[in-house]
């Protein structure tokens, strides 16, 4: 994979993670249990098999964790501005 690609990739995957961590804590503060177990659930998939092929692709570096990164910060941004 074009390693453009995987910078896209890595930032979107980021920022589903995000999200969802965010929707995590919005929904516990609301006392929504059933479903914030669920997304736990996705959440703790998601991070399983990012951890994963990161590990795995070390190589490329740097442009992968700043992506990621990037798609992180961006999740909880709009997860955030969805709720104010």
Same mark, same amino acid.
């Given at each position: ?6 910078? @896209?990739?890595? %930032? ?5 993670? #995000? ?9 516990? !503060?609301? &006392? ?15 991070? @399983?098999?990012? %951890? ?5 692709? #070390? ?9 990621? !990164?990037? &798609? ?13």
């Amino acid at each position: 994979m074009a390693l453009v690609a995987q910078i @896209f990739l890595y %930032l979107l995957i980021g920022f589903v993670e #995000m999200f969802l961590a965010t929707a995590r804590t919005s929904l516990i !503060s609301r &006392g929504k249990t059933i479903e914030a177990s669920f997304v736990v659930f996705i959440e703790n998939i998601t991070y @399983f098999i990012i %951890l994963y092929q990161i590990l795995n692709n #070390m190589g490329n570096g740097w442009p992968i964790f700043v992506a990621y !990164s990037m &798609g992180g910060s961006l999740g909880t941004f709009v997860n955030l501005k969805k709720f104010s």
